[in-house]
DNA sequence: CCTACCGATCGGTAGG
DNA sequence: CCTACCGATCGGTAGG
C-alpha cells in the first residue's frame, strides 16, 4: 500500500512534466512508463486511466486557487491588497508546481465531457470572484475606471508566464519577478501607493 | 489549377479552425476533409502532409509578425510610440486571424525539428528587437526602469488573450479593449502621457 | 477526387 | 508488476 502510494506519486509526477513539455494528447502511456521505468500495462495497477491523470491534475490545481481565493474573499483586506494578494497566490502556485499549472492552463480542453462542464463552472466562478473585488475596488475609486473584464484579464495575464520559466528560476530571482509583476500592476490600475 | 488553389486555401481555413478548436495533435486528417467535405485521401492532392499544414501557419503568421517589426523599428517613432505601435501590430493580427495565431502561439512546438529550430530562432530574434527599444526607452528615460524581460513579458502577455475573445468581438469592441489595453500598459511602464 | 488499403501506434485488458 | 495481446485509429500511399 505505501509502495504503491509513492508510485502513484510519481506516475503524477512524471505525467504532469510529460504532458507539460509535450501536451496531453502526444504523451502516451509508454513514455509515461519508460520514465517511471515499468511496463506500460503496469501503469494500470496504480491508476485507471490516461484521461484520470489528466482529471485529477486539473481538479487538484483548480482547489488551490479556489482555497486561496477563499481565503482572500474572507479577509478584511482592502482591494488593492486583495489583488496584491491574488498576484502572490498565482506566483506562488506556478513556482511551486511549473508542471501542474501548466497542464491546467493549456490542457484543460481534453478532459471527458463531464469534467471538462465542471472544470469551466469552476473557472467562471473564480472570474466572477475575482471580478467582484475589481468591481468594488473600482466602485470605491481604489482603482482606476476600466472594463472588468479587461482589467482580469490584463492582472490574470500579467503572472501567466512564469510557470514556463520557473524551473530556471531561483527564489530571488522570483522575488524581483514578483516585484516588478506587482508594481506593473498596481500602476496599470492607477494605484499612487506602494 | 484555380480550382485547387481555392481548395487548398480552404484545407489551410479549415485545418487552423480546428487546430485552434481542438489542438494539433488531437485534430485528425479525417475531420479536416470531412469539414472540407472530401474523402481524408483526397487532401493529399493539395498539401503534402499534415505537418506541412502546422508549418505554413505557424511561418506564415511568424512572417506577418515579423514584418510589422521592422516596420515600426524602421520608423522614426519615439520608443513609447513604437511599443504602441507593437500592441496595435498583435491586436490587429489576433483580431484579424484568431485562428493562425492560435496555432502560432500554442502548437508551434509540434512543429518538426527543423522547423522548430528555425521557429524559435526567430521568435528569440522578434524578443531581441522588442527588448531593444524597451532598453533604448528606459536609457533615455521614456519607460520606468525595470528588467527588459519582465517588462516584455507583461506587454506582450497584456495582448495575448484577444485571440481567445476576437471571434466574439465587434470592431468596436475591439477598439474599447485597445484604448484600455494601451491605457493599462502605458501607466505600467510609467507613461505620464496619454 | 475516390476506393481500397497498409503499417504503426495508440489506450487498455486478460491472466498470472 | 510482467507477458501477451487486441480493437481502434492514425497519417499516408497505390492506382485509377
Redesign the interface.
Known amino acids: 500500500m505505501k509502495h504503491s502510494k509513492n508510485r502513484k506519486d510519481e506516475i503524477y509526477a512524471v505525467a504532469a512534466k510529460l504532458f507539460r513539455k ?2 496531453y ?2 504523451s502516451t502511456m509508454r513514455d509515461i512508463a519508460e520514465l517511471v521505468g515499468i511496463e506500460p500495462s503496469s501503469l494500470y495497477s496504480h491508476i485507471k486511466s490516461k484521461e484520470e491523470i489528466l482529471i485529477n491534475i486539473c481538479s487538484n490545481c483548480a482547489n488551490e486557487f479556489d482555497e486561496g481565493m477563499d481565503v482572500i474573499l474572507n479577509s478584511n483586506k482592502t482591494n488593492p491588497k486583495k489583488v496584491e494578494a491574488l498576484v502572490d497566490l498565482h506566483l506562488d502556485i506556478a513556482y511551486n508546481k511549473p508542471s501542474s499549472v501548466t497542464v491546467f492552463n ?1 490542457e484543460w ?2 478532459l471527458p465531457e463531464k469534467d471538462l462542464h465542471l472544470f469551466l463552472e469552476k473557472r467562471n466562478a473564480y472570474e466572477a470572484n475575482f471580478k467582484s473585488i475589481l468591481r468594488d475596488g473600482m466602485h470605491k475609486s481604489e482603482f ?1 475606471e ?2 472588468e473584464s ?2 482580469f ?2 492582472i490574470i ?2 503572472v ?2 512564469i510557470h514556463y520559466y520557473s524551473k530556471k528560476m531561483t527564489q530571488d530571482q522570483l522575488e ?2 514578483r516585484k ?2 506587482k ?3 498596481s ?4 494605484l499612487k501607493t506602494n
Open positions: 509535450r501536451g494528447v502526444a493549456d480542453r481534453h482606476i476600466m472594463s479587461t482589467a484579464h490584463l495575464n500579467s501567466k508566464w524581483l519577478k516588478e509583476i508594481y506593473f500592476i500602476r496599470g490600475l492607477g
